[in-house]
């Protein structure tokens, strides 16, 4: 995972798996800080599901607190929830604490919602990869939408764009073989960006095609 984390902040993905590119435009920040930022972060979700699709051939993971299950059939499955983390709160009282040397354990919970869907779908038209990614960024590029950073490796592609009017933001890494196209997205609110580093980053790892 490190070798694949440093190439891909090499090709200007400032995150892990580019989850940051999905919510800034530019950074200026260098590879090396990038790297030390993401070693020293702490892991805080630990818990995920197993999903296996038969008819199409995939296995990905995903967080454990998406229990709401949205939509499931033999093409895929599509599931939601609410991410609770602990968020340090400082409130007055705390900072005058602090100010005379007593510590404080005073945490707030923090409400983030996330959606995932994974799917198959026949290759209809027959396409190669660059020509669908080339399809798709085209068309999420189209006004609400913004695409933030793109990608396309050897056997697959990822993509992140914006909806503006709906202030949610996307993440999407796909396959494309001769008779299928198999992907995940990731959907959240712009606000929250920077909670899903980690959660992306161990479902990018686990979406595995047969």
Known sequence: MRKK????????????????????????????ETISKTEEKPERYNDFKDYENKKYG??????????K???EDDNGIEV????????NKKTQGEKEREENSVE???KE?????LTLKAWG???????NLKTYYENEKATKNYSPNTVIFSLKENDYYIMCWKDKAKEMTYYEKGFVKDDKIV???YSYTEDKKENYNEILDKTYDSFKLK
Do not use: H, W
């Not at 939601?80 to 968020?87: A, H, K, Q, V, Y």
């Open 5 to 32: 984390l440093i190439s891909l902040l090499l090709v200007g993905i400032v995150c892990t798996t580019g989850l940051v590119a999905c919510g800034k435009e530019d950074s200026n920040s260098s590879v090396s």
């Open 58 to 67: 995939f296995s990905i993971k995903y967080p454990n607190q998406l229990t």
């Open 69 to 71: 299950v949205v939509k």
């Open 80 to 87: 939601s929830g609410i991410m609770t983390e602990l968020e």
């Open 104 to 106: 404080s354990d005073d």
């Open 109 to 113: 919970r923090k409400s983030v919602p």
């Open 121 to 127: 779908e026949a290759n209809k038209n027959g396409a």
């Open 183 to 185: 992907k995940f997205r």
